[in-house]
């Protein structure tokens, strides 16, 4: 549907018998302008689609999970070869995307934000951890989330889809902390493996010569954020020392995640306003809402490897 304004009667999300195909059109993705207000819906497919009209996609909300094991480890999880937009690499332990139509809703307002309360994401990261780790919603009390802020960030899928890739995430990511104990059932459709680490240890991963692919969302919380808040976790979890509900985090990706098929830039590190988005500039002259697009998805090619391009391009 043209701008993705429609949204769909609330219903409970399932994924059975649908392929990762089948979800990235099923799924409604909650579409933002550049101050994270609701600006209209789509389904992911459109969402994530860079080309030369709207370079980075259509930005939308995202979450960010960070779980803790009882020890202080965090679990990360690699993203399965199966995955369309950033396959393959390492990540925190799951994240994915609020839905508009969803029962229980995971619509979140301003007035939640301020609050820290943000019952929307923390309902749909419950919901993605069962359906990617088998974790099961008794062993995720909603209380026990702390969000702690927020995250623009944007980045091509260069390295999966090569130089022109139609394929990307532009995001307002919720940052969620949560310590428990969990049992761990991964679905191999999403996650290809798992494993707990200490902050020393995800240090040295992470470094090149480790050889692993690390998501671009992850390594911006990782090597701005995360050693601050991981340092005196109790503190993070059980008090306000940390959570910053007013101040939206933006940051351009890294280097090999800038270009894509509508040639990217850097825009946010340079403290840009909405206009330096062609997509995000549309939203403000409409008043804040998702403007009519034509869909992309049946112009996406792919070739033997799983590499998209965009036909025509």
């Not at 609330?10 to 550049?34: E, P, R, T, Y």
């Not at 819906?41 to 094991?69: M, Q, W």
């Not at 949560?178 to 798992?194: A, G, R, S, W, Y």
């Not at 090597?223 to 351009?252: M, Q, V, Y």
């Amino acid at each position: 549907h043209p701008g993705g304004l429609v949204t769909m009667a609330n219903q409970v999300w399932s994924a059975d018998g649908c392929s990762q195909k089948d979800l990235m059109l099923k799924d409604q993705c909650i579409l933002l302008d550049f101050n994270d207000n609701i600006a209209g819906y789509d389904n992911k497919y459109e969402t994530h689609i860079f080309c030369p009209e709207r370079p980075r996609g259509k930005l939308h909300r995202a979450f960010s999970v960070f779980l803790f094991d009882e020890s202080g480890k965090l679990l990360l999880q690699q993203r399965a070869k199966e995955k369309i937009t950033f396959p393959e690499v390492w990540t925190n332990t799951c994240c994915s995307h609020p839905l508009t139509g969803c029962e229980p809703p995971e619509e979140d307002l301003p007035e939640d934000v301020a609050a820290g309360t943000v019952l929307g994401v923390k309902r749909a990261a419950i919901r993605k951890l069962k359906h990617e780790l088998g974790i099961e919603a008794s062993e995720l009390p909603i209380e026990k989330f702390k969000f702690l802020t927020r995250l623009h960030y944007w980045a091509a899928d260069v390295v999966t889809h090569g130089e022109g890739a139609p394929l990307g995430e532009h995001e307002i990511d919720y940052i969620l902390l949560i310590q428990t104990p969990v049992t761990l059932k991964p679905n191999p459709e999403e996650v290809m493996d798992t494993k707990y680490v200490s902050y020393v240890q995800l240090l040295r991963e992470m470094q090149p010569e480790s050889g692993l692919l690390w998501s671009p969302w992850f390594r911006i919380i990782a090597t701005k954020f995360l050693g601050e808040w991981w340092e005196d976790l109790p503190k993070t979890l059980s008090t306000d020392a940390f959570f910053d509900p007013a101040t939206i985090h933006r940051f351009d990706c890294q280097e090999e995640h800038m270009g894509g098929a509508g040639g990217a830039t850097v825009w946010l590190n340079m403290k840009g306003s909405e206009y330096g988005d062609l997509w995000l500039g549309q939203v403000a002259v409409n008043g804040g809402k998702a403007p009519a697009t034509e869909p992309l998805q049946s112009m996406l090619a792919v070739d033997d490897k799983g590499r998209y391009s965009l036909e025509g391009e």
